[in-house]
């Protein structure tokens, strides 16, 4: 999924595009020419990985996997995945025209393991996998387009504000992405939570609206 650079913070350029590379929003023409015009790249990484980097058939979709391999060890993987939920988070509060894309995101990540996005995940990301209500649609591609913007407007405000809150328990600390064990649900974080700020609390709100 492409995401817009949007962190709390100025991101080095470097790590910002070694982010863009890892998360795929990055097209490989334009690596390419970043790889060949960025002129402290020499010095932010080694001679042999400079030299590995350039050396690289950009000709060749799989080089993109190439390079992360040897640009990955030079971020910190946790501010990564950090920066990539900021990001998702952001896009639904800005609701831009494939915002349905970001919200069914949500549930793809409560799945592999980011367990305190349940109330944006169940609540709003598993209706657009699979929409609930009158229509017999099974999944969002199914639905006829009057039918998804009224999906999409019955989510708003509410989805907002949850959106918001996981903003705020990065910014505060109740959530800290500590990085991942390479698994299918192997994020690892600290939760530091209190019970109420767990609690599933955006479900009745979707119930209402189908």
């Known amino acids: 999924m492409i995401l817009r650079v949007l ?4 991101l080095n350029t470097n790590t910002e595009k070694i982010y863009k590379l890892i998360s795929r929003e990055v097209q490989i023409k334009d690596f390419e020419k ?3 015009s960025e002129k402290s790249l020499d010095k932010f990484l080694t001679n042999d990985d400079y030299l590995e980097l ?3 058939n950009y000709t060749t ?3 993109l996997y190439e390079a992360e391999k040897i640009l990955k060890k030079y971020i910190n993987i946790e501010k990564y995945h950090e920066w990539y939920l900021r990001n998702l988070l952001k896009m639904i509060i800005e609701r831009p025209n ?3 894309k970001y919200i069914a995101e949500t549930y793809d990540m409560y799945c592999s393991g980011y367990y305190f996005l349940e109330n944006l995940g169940l609540s709003y990301g598993l ?3 699979a929409p ?3 229509s017999n649609a099974q999944s969002w591609n199914e639905l006829q387009l009057e039918e998804q913007k009224k999906l999409i407007d019955s989510f708003y405000p509410e989805i907002k504000i949850e959106a918001q809150k996981v903003i705020d328990w990065l910014d505060s600390k109740k959530i800290v992405l500590t990085g991942h064990s390479g698994e299918y649900q192997g994020i690892e974080y600290e939760d530091n939570r209190t019970q109420k700020e767990m609690a599933l609390t955006s479900y009745k709100t979707i119930v209402q609206h189908t």
């Open 7 to 10: 962190e709390k913070g100025k």
């Open 54 to 56: 350039i050396s690289l």
């Open 98 to 100: 494939n915002v349905y």
């Open 61 to 63: 979709p799989s080089t």
């Open 132 to 134: 609930h209500g009158s």
């Open 34 to 36: 970043w790889v060949y």
């Open 127 to 129: 209706n657009i996998e």
